[in-house]
């Protein structure tokens, strides 16, 4: 065996082992930054941030792409990042790093489901179960309002839906990607795509926000700052250009394998930060996981 295959196994385990840690932690970012910004100039700067680091790789390879692209790419950068980035900040002005973490897991299986409802992928019968227990899982963690009962519609954990509705976002773009520019390579689609919605960040976040005032005279501010810029350059940019790398070396299943590390990792963050987890929450995350993971078991997007 050639010396680089031998040790490709621990590559990969160590690959998707930091990608669990750098997305795990997101959650646990947006949460301290929100503690001086606003839901808004945290989603903000999380995309400026992110674009901005990534220009370098935009710029060059612009020229070479068709309006019909650029049009898809536009989509791509408000439902991949953009609109996300602001619904988790929403989500977590009411709802805890960890569960958030935990609804996020909903990612693959939105992607099964936006892809048979508007492209004509198949939903296969284990897709379809994952589905429906995960749901169940989320509405208990909607739902779950004391260690005793539930606390029905509660604004608290009504606020997990804004999770919900990122991860149909993702489902979405993921779909896109597979069906409209499956011809441009991975980094060029992330690089673009946030370059083209990284303008309307930057004017939202320097012109109808309190961001810059704040920057300068808000303690802890900078601190702040540095928590968002960390999550959009690592948790956006970086992580992206590791995940696809692994895509190529890896199996698909492995590389989904990811999925179910990544809540552990918000959950370990919630915990280490004080937050609590009442008994019906422990029954939410279980059944999201176990949905999650029948849903994404062997299943495949098929046109």
Not at 140 to 155: K, M, N, Y
Not at 238 to 243: D, E
Not at 260 to 281: C, K, S, T
Request: net charge positive; with cysteine.
């Amino acid at each position: 065996m050639p010396e680089a295959d031998k040790y490709q196994p621990i590559k990969n385990w160590g690959m998707l082992l930091v990608l669990a840690l750098i997305w795990g932690s997101s959650f646990i970012l947006i949460k301290k930054a929100l503690l001086v910004f606003s839901a808004g100039e945290v989603g903000a700067l999380r995309i400026v941030t992110a674009g901005t680091v990534l220009l370098p790789l935009a710029m060059p390879v612009l020229k070479d792409l068709r309006r019909k692209q650029l049009g898809y790419l536009l989509v791509i950068g408000f439902v991949g990042s953009f609109i996300p980035s602001f619904l988790f900040a929403t989500a977590q002005t009411n709802l805890s790093s960890s569960l958030a973490g935990v609804i996020n897991a909903l990612t693959p299986l939105m992607v099964v489901l936006v892809g048979g409802l508007f492209f004509q992928a198949t939903i296969t019968w284990k897709a379809s179960l994952g589905l429906i227990i995960a749901f169940v899982g989320v509405g208990i963690l909607v739902l779950a309002g004391s260690e005793t009962g539930v606390s029905f519609f509660s604004d608290l954990n009504l606020y997990g839906l804004f999770v919900v509705a990122a991860t149909v976002c993702y489902g979405l773009n993921v779909n896109i990607i597979k069906y409209r520019v499956q011809e441009i390579r991975p980094k060029t689609i992330t690089a673009i795509s946030l370059m083209m919605v990284l303008p309307l960040a930057a004017l939202y976040l320097l012109a109808f926000t309190q961001f810059s005032f704040k920057l300068l005279h808000v303690e802890g501010a900078w601190l702040a700052a540095g928590y968002i810029s960390l999550l959009g350059i690592v948790g956006t940019a970086a992580a992206l250009i590791l995940f696809n790398t692994m895509v190529k070396l890896v199996t698909p299943v492995f590389a989904s394998s990811v999925t179910y590390l990544v809540p552990l990792v918000a959950i370990l963050w919630g915990v280490w930060d004080g937050e609590r987890l009442f008994l019906l929450h422990y029954f939410g995350i279980v059944a999201v996981i176990i949905g999650v993971w029948i849903g994404n078991r062997k299943s495949r997007l098929s046109k």
